[in-house]
């Protein structure tokens, strides 16, 4: 069957480092996605993996490693409107994104 | 802009009735989709289409109906025999080619009443 984990939830303090993990297993790989999702808004693209190693994007990095089927989403220097859900996002080998139950963060001042 | 519009955003339903959310595009996307989303369960995929005039179900589509007559747009009927329906609906679409994730509409909230 096709798996994608991620914590259930985290919380951190304004200006801190969090790092959230995503590990899967499914039927093929065509690359992982990152979705921020505020409460009753749609996601909204974060980033994209495909081969291994770290993409820094601003405040946000996310890493790769296809061989542990594992990814960390990195957010530096939180501020509070960070507070959301991030999801964690699979493309398939019948080219769907299969996605993960959500990550949901608190940010505290 | 280019974008996705999902209207309603709140849709109150009688037990019985069957209801239509909306979804439109004009992306020039090929492919859309369709998730329910619950709470604590992440987004499960209901319908997909990757061309006009064709579309797949997904891991949940009993109780759903779809069609995809024009390529801007991908209805979903909710009907009688969806038993719990009451969830946040959300659109989806993407070009060709593995480097491009989803765009997704604002989402459809529907309450059965």
């Known amino acids: 069957g096709q798996n994608i984990d991620q914590p259930t939830e985290m919380t951190a303090t304004e200006g801190a480092i969090v790092q959230i993990n995503c590990t899967y297993q499914t039927s093929g790989f065509n690359g992982l996605f990152w979705y921020q999702q505020h409460a009753g808004e749609a996601p909204t693209f974060l980033s994209y993996n495909v081969l291994d190693g770290l993409e820094e994007k601003g405040r946000f990095s996310s890493f790769l490693s296809r061989s542990k089927g594992y990814s960390y989403l990195l957010l530096k220097e939180l501020q509070m409107k960070d507070s959301a859900s991030y999801l964690c996002a699979v493309r398939d080998n019948t080219d769907k994104l299969i996605f993960g139950t959500g990550t949901r963060l608190q940010v505290f001042p | ?113």
């Open chain 2, 1 to 113: 802009d280019g974008g996705i519009t999902q209207s309603p955003k709140y849709l109150f339903r009688k037990e019985g009735q069957n209801v239509t959310l909306s979804c439109e595009q004009n992306l020039n996307h090929d492919a859309m989709y369709w998730y329910r989303q619950d709470p604590g369960q992440g987004l499960r995929l209901i319908y997909y289409s990757q061309i006009v005039n064709d579309f797949q179900k997904g891991d949940i589509a009993e109780g759903y109906s779809v069609s995809r007559e024009k390529k801007e747009s991908f209805p979903l009927t909710v009907t009688s025999a969806q038993k719990n329906p009451t969830a946040f609906y959300l659109c989806a679409s993407s070009p060709p080619g593995y480097g491009y994730g989803y765009t997704f509409g604002s989402g459809t909230r529907l309450t059965v009443v």
